[in-house]
């Protein structure tokens, strides 16, 4: 029978004692900062360390090699405080990156929130991250750090450059400004209805518009096709254990298609770690008279997918507890 070791979680402190004099340094090293990079699918490249930002100093400043865009790093070795979350409003607003990485030991929830806030209601031009730092050793190993991505930009495509995301709504293809004006009126139905789906965003000119279902590893989607002349809905599980989660789903998919009353297509995306849960249908988006009956069929998919889906991704069962 195989062994396994021991798998035993590290105290930051014990290993890097101060934030400025032991944990930047390291981080601002080549080889971590491309582990902290591959968590958010960006390749960067550290410019400065304490760089000075009127009489304060941000804690590393980085490029995104795709865009050449800068990075704003700010870490902290204890949980998130109001005191970090103005240093990092402070510092992007000086340095005017168009990336922002909070680094704390764990995030509350209210500073969770504020992340997603801002990535909900500030420019389409800036991008907002939370990440939790963990140490671990195995069988007294020397400890290795992982980073939990807590909060990210909606419908963060890590498969997709940063400079493709970056398109200026002034160059819009028609496409996109279908996808646009479509989503404006599909937000307003939603509020008009007072659906219990939190529009929790201003609409974009995205294929897609997604709402939060749950957990931060699940997407609850509306998905247009110009293309394929389609629209349909979606849940979508972008993470390390999205094989893991789908598969645990996929056990009473029986049970869940019953209660919704429709069969999903369930596929499984393992080059993206992702897995999908989709239903579409044959509703052309570029047919402007028919939007109201579109958007009516996504709402109630949408509404009745989070009715059912939202209690089995909650669920502690489905971490296998």
């Not at 969770?112 to 671990?136: H, K, Q, Y």
Request: aromatic share 10%; charged share 30%.
């Amino acid at each position: 029978m195989t062994e396994l070791g021991n798998l035993e979680r590290i105290s930051l402190r014990g290993v890097w004692a101060t934030e400025d004099g032991h944990f930047t340094p390291w981080l601002a090293k080549a080889d971590n900062i491309v582990v902290l990079g591959n968590a958010i699918n960006l390749t960067l490249v550290v410019e400065d360390v304490e760089h000075f930002v009127g009489a304060y100093r941000a804690d590393i400043i980085c490029r995104n090699t795709s865009d050449e865009s800068l990075v704003l790093v700010e870490n902290q070795l204890t949980k998130s405080d109001h005191k970090h979350l103005g240093q990092i409003l402070t510092y992007a607003a000086g340095t005017k990156a168009k990336t922002v990485i909070w680094i704390a030991e764990k995030f509350t929830d209210e500073h969770r929130e504020a992340i997603d806030w801002l990535n909900n209601n500030t420019s389409d031009g800036v991008d907002f991250f939370g990440l939790e730092i963990e140490l671990w050793s195995i069988d007294g190993s020397v400890p290795a750090p992982k980073f939990n991505v807590v909060s990210e930009p909606n419908e963060w495509l890590r498969s997709v450059s940063r400079a493709a995301k970056r398109i200026s709504e002034t160059s819009l293809t028609d496409t996109r400004d279908l996808y646009l004006r479509y989503w404006t009126q599909f937000q307003d139905l939603l509020e008009r209805r007072q659906s219990p789906l939190s529009p929790g965003r201003k609409p974009r000119p995205d294929h897609c518009y997604a709402f939060k279902i749950g957990r931060s590893e699940f997407e609850l989607r509306a998905i247009l096709s110009a293309r394929e002349s389609k629209i349909g809905v979606d849940i979508r599980i972008h993470t390390e254990k999205a094989a893991r989660y789908f598969n645990v789903l996929l056990n009473f998919r029986d049970e869940i298609e019953q209660e919704i009353g429709e069969e999903f297509d369930w596929e499984e995306l393992p080059e993206q770690n992702a897995s999908r849960i989709m239903l579409f249908s044959d509703q052309d988006p570029k047919d402007e008279a028919a939007w109201v009956l579109q958007q009516s069929w996504l709402i109630e998919k949408l509404e009745k997918m989070k009715e059912v889906f939202e209690p089995w991704i909650k669920s502690p069962s489905l971490d296998g507890q």
